[in-house]
């Protein structure tokens, strides 16, 4: 069982920045493919961005490519999220999670693990 805790979410103005972290635990990180998901309210949750267990590949949705950064550090069992530029848009809960997979997955209902999720607030 894998349990990860978000941090680092809250309140920014447009075109600030935030890094968001994801604390693993209870698993061998390394073996998890490790995504960032989003969820505004009375929205689905969507992809963010998706890092391979080594972190040598990636994945963005569009919307956030060039603004967003995703990586890991295996020693630390951490997931990172640097946003950039951020916009109002970008306003939702984050989420991470883990996949026990060989490929990066985008859909929710492929990972196995979630976190609580931490609010990301972008005011205009």
């Known amino acids: 069982q894998v349990q990860l805790v978000e941090s680092g979410g809250g309140l920014v103005q447009a075109g600030g920045s935030l890094r968001l972290s994801c604390a693993a635990s209870?698993?061998?990180?390394?073996?998890?493919?490790m995504g960032w998901f989003r969820q505004a309210p009375g929205k689905e949750r969507d992809i963010v961005a998706v890092?391979?267990?080594?972190?040598?590949?990636?994945y963005y949705r569009d919307s956030v490519k060039g603004r967003f950064t995703i990586s890991r550090d295996n020693a630390k069992n951490t997931v990172y999220l640097q946003m950039n530029s951020l916009k109002p848009e970008d306003t939702a809960v984050y989420y991470c999670?883990?996949?026990?997979?060989?490929?990066?997955?985008?859909?929710?209902?492929?990972?196995?693990?979630w976190g609580q999720g931490t609010q990301v607030t972008v005011s205009s």
């Open positions: 209870g698993g061998t990180f390394s073996t998890y493919v």
């Open positions: 999670a883990a996949a026990s997979s060989q490929i990066l997955l985008v859909t929710p209902q492929r990972y196995d693990y």
């Open positions: 890092i391979s267990r080594i972190g040598g590949r990636t």
